[in-house]
């Protein structure tokens, strides 16, 4: 896809991380939480179309296992393939830092995130009953994986 640039996400990108990360989720991630990750040099990446900024991702890496810890797009530029483009760039990350499986948790209710999971080869493993604060409660998380490595 023409026009995509991948930055690596610096403290001082927060606010603008924050814009996108309150406009797309029920439950955002804080301020901590981006800066927690972005310390102790979890990669965190920034996605822009031209100038645009219009996602973001964090992923954690420890030994041979990695962890998708967030993928956002904004709104108005979702459903165009840039998530896609998003997780295979970080996926690419994790084999470079010499991960051989990632896992992520998923809402059972965001179909978006599972259907774009499940189109890049993630497999469901297991479920985390009410894992998630939810608006009436709580709500179970699917647990999947993908492996980097034939
Ligand atoms: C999940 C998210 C990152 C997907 O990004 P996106 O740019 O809209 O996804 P893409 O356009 O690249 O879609 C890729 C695939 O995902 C699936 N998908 C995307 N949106 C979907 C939807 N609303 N319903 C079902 N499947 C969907 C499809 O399989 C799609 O492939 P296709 O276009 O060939 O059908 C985006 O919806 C988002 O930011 N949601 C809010 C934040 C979030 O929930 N993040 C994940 C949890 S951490």
Not at 38 to 54: A, R, T
Not at 59 to 79: C, F, M, W, Y
Not at 118 to 139: L, T, V
């Amino acid at each position: 896809m023409t026009g995509l640039r991948y930055q690596p996400m610096l403290p001082e990108d927060v606010d603008a991380v924050l814009e996108v990360e309150l406009a797309a989720f029920s439950h955002p991630w804080t301020r901590g939480i981006f800066l927690d990750c972005i310390k102790p040099g979890y990669e965190c990446w920034l996605l822009f179309l031209d100038d645009q900024q219009v996602g973001h991702t964090v992923l954690s890496v420890a030994g041979d296992e990695s962890h998708l810890l967030n993928i956002t797009i904004r709104p108005q530029n979702q459903k165009a393939g840039l998530g896609a483009a998003l997780l295979e760039f970080i996926i690419e990350r994790a084999r470079q830092r010499g991960a051989e499986v990632t896992f992520l948790e998923v809402r059972a209710s965001n179909l978006a995130a599972a259907g774009l999971y499940e189109s890049f080869g993630f497999n469901e493993i297991g479920r985390r009953p009410d894992y998630y604060p939810a608006a009436n409660g709580k709500e179970d998380a699917l647990v999947m994986a993908y492996s980097l490595i034939d």
